[in-house]
């Protein structure tokens, strides 16, 4: 069982719709990471969050908003999404402070957008 | 630009073989290497990582090599099991954040 919990594993929205997505982890980690994977591709960083402050943004679009309301949760906010949005998206966190630990990864959630 | 990536996307092996999955990266800045792997329907799981003052690192059943004289990184699994069948991911951080390489899909035969 992985230690970076994600819900909903499942979600599928409409490209009207709003919904968010959430991360949580109890390891005492300072860094957070959302990530989008399609299929039969690698992951792919979206945003990263030290100590609780957004410290980069790959150059996503604004119908994606994250936010990290403490040092344990992690959530990414959804509006207006298209179809090619569909993917696997993954939340990670690592000890902070030096880029040098390793990340770790929950199971994700599996998105579609009709 | 300066990438990871894999040598071969899909390798077979048998049950009970030693498996070799490698990697070249290409970004020199890069100090600190990691292997993921992937179930399906799961997240990334760490298996080993290595920092670029090291040329070996081991775990259970896995070593991992590193030549920065060619920037080549290779995993190996001893004893392959079924269980390790899956998408292994190697990754580089050259600075603050971390790109993956595009895997590679073991496939364990009984």
């Known amino acids: 069982d992985t230690e970076v919990t994600q819900t909903p594993k499942h979600l599928v929205m409409g490209m009207t719709n709003k919904k968010s997505l959430k991360c949580e982890q109890h390891?005492?980690?300072?860094?957070m990471y959302w990530y989008k994977q399609k299929a039969k591709k690698p992951p792919e960083l979206m945003f990263v969050?030290?100590?609780?402050?957004?410290?980069i943004n790959e150059s996503v679009p604004s119908r994606f908003s994250p936010e990290c309301p403490n040092s344990s949760l992690l959530n990414l906010h959804l509006h207006a999404l298209q179809p090619e949005d569909s993917a696997l998206y993954l939340c990670?966190?690592?000890?902070?402070?030096?880029?040098?630990?390793?990340?770790?990864f929950g199971d994700g959630t599996r998105l579609s957008i009709l | 630009g300066e990438s990871v990536g894999l040598h071969l996307p899909t390798l077979s092996v048998q049950e009970g073989d030693n498996s070799i999955i490698n990697c070249a990266y290409s970004n020199s800045a890069s100090d600190y290497f990691i292997w993921y792997k992937q179930e399906s329907g799961k997240g990334p799981q760490f298996i080993i990582d290595?920092?670029?003052?090291?040329d070996k690192r081991q775990g259970q059943r896995v070593t991992v090599l590193l030549n920065k004289t060619v920037k080549h990184l290779s995993l190996q699994i001893a004893a392959t099991q079924p269980g390790d069948s899956a998408v292994y991911f190697c990754a580089e951080i050259p600075g603050r954040d971390m790109r993956f390489g595009a895997g590679t899909r073991l496939t364990v035969k009984p």
């Open positions: 390891m005492g980690h300072r860094a």
């Open positions: 990670a966190s690592s000890r902070g402070g030096d880029s040098n630990q390793p990340q770790h």
């Open positions: 969050y030290s100590y609780e402050k957004l410290s």
């Open positions: 290595i920092r670029s003052n090291m």
